[in-house]
C-alpha cells in the first residue's frame, strides 16, 4: 500500500487549508512513509473539482490509499482518508458563496460517511463530526496544526499600538465586530492603529467592506509580512463566531504576539488561558480588552509566556506522532 496525498489544493492561495495541507505533506516525508503527491499542476483539461473527481481517481494505482487534505475527495472513493477542518457549511451556509455551499452541501454529507478515516484538525471538530455522522464516531482521529517558535522582535520605542486582524473576507471571522470594537478603543487611544490581513476570497457570500479610521487593509500578504505583522502587533484580534481550529493565533503565539480571541468551545480547548477571550459578537467587551492589552505590559508579557507554553503542544514532533497514530489505526499495512 501506498498513501496518496491529493494535492488539489497546493497550487491555490495559501490560507489556513493549504497551510495545514503543506504540513501535512512535510509530516509524511519526515515519517518517511511511502507516499506520493498528485496535483492540477500539469493537468490539461478538466481541474478543480472536476479534476478531483473525475480524473484523480484514474490516477491512482490499485491499493493506493488517498489522503484528502482539505475537506474534500472523489465521491465514489472509499479508500481515503478525508480532513475535515470544521462543518461551517453545515451550520451556516448563509456564509458561503451560492455555487460553493451547494457543492459542499451535496458532497460531503455523502462523502463523510463513505470514506475509510476521518481526521479532524481539533477535539471539538471531531466531537461534532461524531454527533451529525454517527456511524463515523470509530474512525476519527484528530491531528492539529503545528507551529514552530519564530520569536518576538521589539517595537520601536514609542511606536503606536497596533491591532491586527486577519481574514476580513470570511464571515466567521467577525470583521464588524472588531471594527466597532477598534473604535471603540480608539476613543481612548488615538493613536492605535489597525492591520487588516486579507481578501475576500470566492467561496464566501459577499461582505460589505470598508476601512475605518485607523486601519490600514493590505489585502493578501506572503507569510514573511505576516510573520513581521505578528512580531509587530500589540496583540492579534480574532473574534471569530466559529472555527475549526483558530492557526492564525497560534502563529501569533508562537511570533511571541498576545492573541485575543472570542469565547468558542474550539479556542477553549486549544488555547485554554494563553488567550484573553471575549463573549461573540460583544464589542464593548472586545475594545476593553484591547485597551487592557495596551495599558498593560505586564499582561502582555504573560500572555506571551502563556502562547509560548501553548505553541509547545503543537510542534511538528507532536503532529508527526498524531498522524503516525491516525494511519496506524486507519491503515496499519501501510505503518507497517
Not at 465514489?76 to 451547494?102: E, S, T
Not at 451535496?106 to 470514506?115: E, G, K, Q, S
Not at 517595537?155 to 467577525?174: E, I, M, N, S
Request: charged share 20%.
Amino acid at each position: 500500500m501506498a498513501l496518496v496525498l491529493n494535492g488539489r489544493c497546493l497550487h491555490r492561495p495559501v490560507t489556513g487549508v493549504e497551510r495545514y495541507a503543506l504540513q501535512l505533506e512535510a509530516a509524511l516525508q519526515r515519517l518517511e512513509l511511502p507516499f506520493r503527491t498528485l496535483t492540477t499542476r500539469h493537468a490539461s483539461g478538466f481541474t478543480g473539482h472536476l479534476w478531483e473527481q473525475l480524473v484523480l481517481p484514474l490516477r491512482l494505482r490499485r491499493h493506493d490509499l488517498l489522503l484528502g487534505p482539505a475537506n474534500t475527495g472523489p465521491l465514489l472513493l472509499r479508500d481515503q482518508v478525508l480532513v475535515v477542518h470544521d462543518l461551517a457549511w453545515l451550520h451556516h451556509p448563509q456564509w458561503f458563496a451560492g455555487a460553493f455551499g451547494r457543492w459542499y452541501r451535496l458532497l460531503l454529507p455523502a462523502l463523510i460517511p463513505r470514506v475509510r478515516g476521518l481526521l479532524a484538525v481539533s477535539g471539538t471538530v471531531a466531537g461534532e463530526l461524531a454527533d451529525r455522522f454517527p456511524r463515523t464516531a470509530g474512525r476519527i482521529h484528530v491531528v492539529p496544526p503545528a507551529t514552530a517558535p519564530t520569536g518576538a522582535t521589539p517595537g520601536a520605542p514609542g511606536a503606536a499600538p497596533l491591532l491586527l486582524f486577519v481574514g476580513p473576507g470570511d464571515p466567521r471571522k467577525d470583521v464588524g465586530t472588531f471594527q466597532r470594537a477598534f473604535a471603540r478603543h480608539r476613543e481612548r487611544h488615538p493613536a492605535s492603529q489597525a492591520v487588516v490581513v486579507g481578501d475576500a476570497g470566492r467561496v464566501f457570500a459577499s461582505l460589505r467592506l470598508q476601512p475605518g479610521a485607523g486601519e490600514t487593509w493590505t489585502g493578501r500578504v506572503d507569510d514573511a509580512a505576516l510573520r513581521t505583522l505578528m512580531r509587530r502587533a500589540t496583540a492579534l484580534v480574532m473574534p471569530s463566531r466559529m472555527e475549526g481550529f483558530g492557526l492564525p493565533a497560534l502563529e501569533a503565539m508562537s511570533a511571541g504576539c498576545p492573541v485575543i480571541t472570542s469565547d468558542i468551545p474550539v479556542f477553549r480547548e486549544v488555547f485554554g488561558e494563553a488567550v484573553l477571550h471575549v463573549p461573540v459578537g460583544d464589542a464593548a467587551t472586545l475594545a476593553n480588552a484591547m485597551t487592557r492589552l495596551v495599558n498593560d505590559p505586564q499582561l502582555r508579557a504573560s500572555l506571551v509566556q502563556r502562547g509560548a507554553t501553548c505553541c509547545a503542544r503543537f510542534s511538528t514532533q507532536a503532529q508527526d506522532a498524531a498522524l503516525r497514530q491516525a494511519l496506524a489505526a486507519l491503515a496499519p499495512e501501510l505503518c507497517g
